[in-house]
């Protein structure tokens, strides 16, 4: 089966920006929907955004909307989210995932193919 690798995590100040990439493997990325979840210390996986290439829907959690960006690169089997104006709340491991059936979906069961996350720490 496929997989997916995220990278670009890291340690920043509030007010910084990062952009993290996800790269697929094993797979084309077209025309799955590609998700970006993240989890806290103790807490439960939340969606951030969602880009489906079946609808063109674009859509983000409202913390984060109108700082951040998610696109993809279908020339390198890549997808990016780009996030603007750090929080400490942003703290967690980031993850990518990808469904075959195209469509933004709540479900995490909905998501065949996860990557090993990357993290994200937001601390002065």
């Known amino acids: 089966q496929g997989q997916l690798v995220e990278s670009g995590g890291g340690l920043v100040q509030p007010g910084g920006s990062l952009r993290l990439s996800c790269a697929a493997y094993?797979?084309?990325?077209?025309?799955?929907?590609i998700k970006w979840f993240r989890q806290a210390p103790g807490k439960e996986r939340e969606g951030v955004a969602c880009?489906?290439?079946?609808?063109?829907?674009?859509v983000y959690r409202d913390s984060v909307k109108g700082r951040s960006t998610i696109s993809r690169d279908n020339s390198k089997n890549t997808v990016y989210l780009q996030i603007n104006s750090l929080k400490p709340e942003d703290t967690a491991v980031y993850y990518c995932?990808?469904?075959?059936?195209?469509?933004?979906?709540?479900?995490?069961?909905?998501?065949?193919?996860w990557g090993q996350g990357t993290q994200v720490t937001v601390s002065s």
């Open positions: 880009n489906s290439p079946i609808d063109e829907r674009t």
């Open positions: 094993g797979f084309t990325i077209d025309y799955y929907a």
């Open positions: 995932a990808a469904d075959y059936d195209g469509y933004c979906l709540g479900e995490l069961s909905d998501y065949e193919y």
